[in-house]
Every structure is written in structure tokens, then in C-alpha cells.
């Protein structure tokens, strides 16, 4: 859920430019925003579905045993 917020938030401060940019770069920004939406309710739906902070976790995991 954190990382859903954290991309809408960020694709909100970025209106300004999103919106005097090209039709395919709004076109990714809405098909980003989306499958971070659909993720996020598909984890919390659904108990087999890793949740966004998991995935960040498995895929970021070396850089917290690297700090250690």
C-alpha cells in the first residue's frame, strides 16, 4: 500500500509536467499508476499475492545485509 501512495503522490506532484508532455508519456505514467493500483488490491484480496513492500524487500534485500 506504501508504494501504491508513493507513486500516486509522486505522479500527482508531477501534473505540471505530465501534462504538457506527449500522449505516450501520459499514456505510461496512467498504465504505471494502474498496475501499482491493480497489485496493490490483488495483495490485499488475495492471501497468496506478495504485497508491493515484499517485493521491494526481495528484490532491494541485498542492500540490507550489505548494511549490516
Same mark, same amino acid.
Request: glycine fraction near 6%; avoid cysteine; hydrophobic fraction near 55%.
Given at each position: +500500500?506504501i508504494?501504491?501512495? $508513493? !507513486?500516486a @503522490? $509522486?505522479?500527482? $506532484? #508531477?501534473? &505540471?509536467?505530465?501534462r &504538457?508532455?506527449?500522449?505516450? +508519456?501520459k *499514456? @505510461?505514467? !496512467?498504465i504505471l499508476?494502474f ?7 490483488l495483495?490485499?484480496?488475495?492471501? @497468496? ?6 517485493a521491494? *524487500?526481495l528484490? !532491494?534485500g541485498?542492500? #540490507? *545485509?550489505?548494511?549490516k
Amino acid at each position: +500500500m506504501i508504494i501504491v501512495l $508513493l !507513486f500516486a @503522490g $509522486l505522479y500527482l $506532484l #508531477d501534473w &505540471s509536467s505530465v501534462r &504538457s508532455s506527449k500522449k505516450t +508519456m501520459k *499514456r @505510461g505514467y !496512467f498504465i504505471l499508476l494502474f498496475l501499482y493500483l491493480v497489485w496493490n488490491t490483488l495483495a490485499v484480496s488475495w492471501p @497468496g499475492w506478495p504485497n508491493p513492500n515484499d517485493a521491494i *524487500r526481495l528484490v !532491494f534485500g541485498w542492500a #540490507d *545485509r550489505i548494511s549490516k
